[in-house]
Every structure is written in structure tokens, then in C-alpha cells.
């Protein structure tokens, strides 16, 4: 088992729509969870990161962790054509730097 | 504005050639890593530093790559010899401090090994 998946193929949604991503994890120990956007040919950015159960919003963005469950969520609001990349999720144990990433998911936003 | 910086940005070799990328940390940070991705394998791990010191390397394939901080301001990763199955995209990122897990990736080096 993957420490991190994410299954999903290619997620397009219409402009304006609400894209939803999901990541699960196989590490009960972990603490801290990110959201990184890759655009094609381009390093990864982050753009969210959470650590406690529940949801936390940033913009258009909102992340969603349930411990329990041991997923985390990318929901991005009002998508916009330059919201078109790759999502990235990566999770940490606390004080351990060491990130562990899934294989990503691509969104595409149709104008 | 404060980023990583890498070099070279793109890098074409013949197999069994060495090869030497190079990244600069954000000034102040005190962890770095290495990260090669492909499509396949997505972003995976090779080694990692805390205050220069490595911690973790046991994504690096041992026999053939090596990495190293010479100083506070500079990170090496060597491939010696190289071989097409290490053509990637390799990253480099750096973190704040212990504790601080967010990371700052460079723009990477894309190697093709021919």
C-alpha cells in the first residue's frame, strides 16, 4: 500500500464550477497534510497545508482532513482556467521533515 | 524574493558521463531535498538534510548517486555513471527549520541521459 494515493484520473469542470480532490493515507502517525499545484513543465507550489480535523479555507481554497478516516481533501471554488494543473498531496509526521507525496491529480478547467 | 535556485535547468549526457546538479537553498533554511520525479514514479525522495547533515538518503540508488553540503548555501547531487533510466526532472527543496514542514521547491533540472 501506498503511503499516499490518489486515484482519480483527470477531473475537468466547467469554469465557475467547484473541483473536488481527494487523498488518502496509509500512515497513522501522520500530522501534517499539503496541497501543492504543479503546472506542466513548472515546480511544485504550495498552496494549502492543515493539520487538524476539519476544514480550513484560504481564498477559493478549502482543505478538508478527517483523521479518522485518514483522507484529506482539495476542494477549489469558482475554478478558474488557471486553476489547470496538477494537484499534489503530501503528508509528514510531526518534526519529521520528510514529505511523502501521491502521484497527483490533474485538473482541467473548461472555459 | 527569497527561492531555491538550481543548475543547470537542463542537462543532456551520454550514459555512463558523471553528472553534477547543484541547488541553493532560501538563505536561513536549514533543511533541503532532493526529489526526482517522473511520469511514472511520480515525486519521489533521495535524500535529505538537517543543518548539512544527511538524515535520510534511502531513496538514493547508493551505488551510483551521492549528496552532499559542502556549506550552508550550496547542495550536490552527483550521478556517476549515469544511465538513461535516471533521465527525470530531479528538485530540490528547502524548509524553514525543524518542525516546519513546508517546503520551497527550485526549478529543477530535467536530465536526459542518451
Known amino acids: 500500500q501506498k503511503e499516499v494515493e490518489q486515484n482519480s484520473g483527470p477531473l475537468s469542470v466547467p469554469e465557475g464550477a467547484i473541483a473536488s480532490l481527494n487523498c488518502t493515507y496509509s500512515?497513522?502517525?501522520?500530522?501534517?497534510f499539503f496541497w501543492y499545484r504543479q503546472y506542466s513543465g513548472k515546480s511544485p507550489e504550495l498552496i494549502m497545508f492543515?493539520?487538524?480535523?476539519g476544514d480550513k479555507e484560504d481564498g477559493r481554497f478549502t482543505a478538508q482532513l478527517n483523521k479518522a478516516s485518514q483522507y484529506v481533501s482539495l476542494l477549489i471554488r469558482d475554478s478558474q482556467p488557471s486553476d489547470s494543473a496538477t494537484y499534489l498531496c503530501?503528508?509528514?509526521?510531526?518534526?519529521?521533515?520528510?514529505?511523502?507525496f501521491g502521484k497527483g491529480n490533474q485538473v482541467v478547467v473548461i472555459p | 524574493d527569497a527561492r531555491v535556485t538550481q543548475t543547470p535547468r537542463h542537462k543532456v549526457t551520454e550514459m555512463g558521463q558523471e553528472v553534477t546538479m547543484r541547488c541553493q537553498p532560501i538563505?536561513?533554511?536549514?533543511?533541503v531535498f532532493w526529489y526526482r520525479q517522473t511520469m511514472m514514479q511520480g515525486l519521489e525522495l533521495l535524500a535529505y538534510?538537517?543543518?548539512?547533515?544527511?538524515?535520510?538518503d534511502s531513496g538514493m540508488p547508493k551505488d551510483r548517486f551521492s549528496a552532499e553540503m559542502p556549506d550552508a548555501t550550496l547542495a550536490t547531487l552527483k550521478i556517476q555513471p549515469s544511465e538513461p533510466r535516471d533521465s527525470a526532472v530531479y528538485f530540490c527543496?528547502?524548509?524553514?527549520?525543524?518542525?516546519?514542514?513546508?517546503?520551497?521547491f527550485g526549478p529543477g533540472t530535467r536530465l536526459l541521459v542518451l
Open positions: 527543496a528547502s524548509g524553514p527549520r525543524q518542525g516546519q514542514e513546508t517546503q520551497y
Open positions: 500512515d497513522r502517525g501522520s500530522q501534517s
Open positions: 492543515i493539520y487538524s480535523n
Open positions: 503530501a503528508v509528514t509526521r510531526y518534526g519529521n521533515n520528510r514529505l511523502a
Open positions: 538563505l536561513g533554511h536549514n533543511t
Open positions: 538534510f538537517r543543518n548539512r547533515a544527511p538524515l535520510d
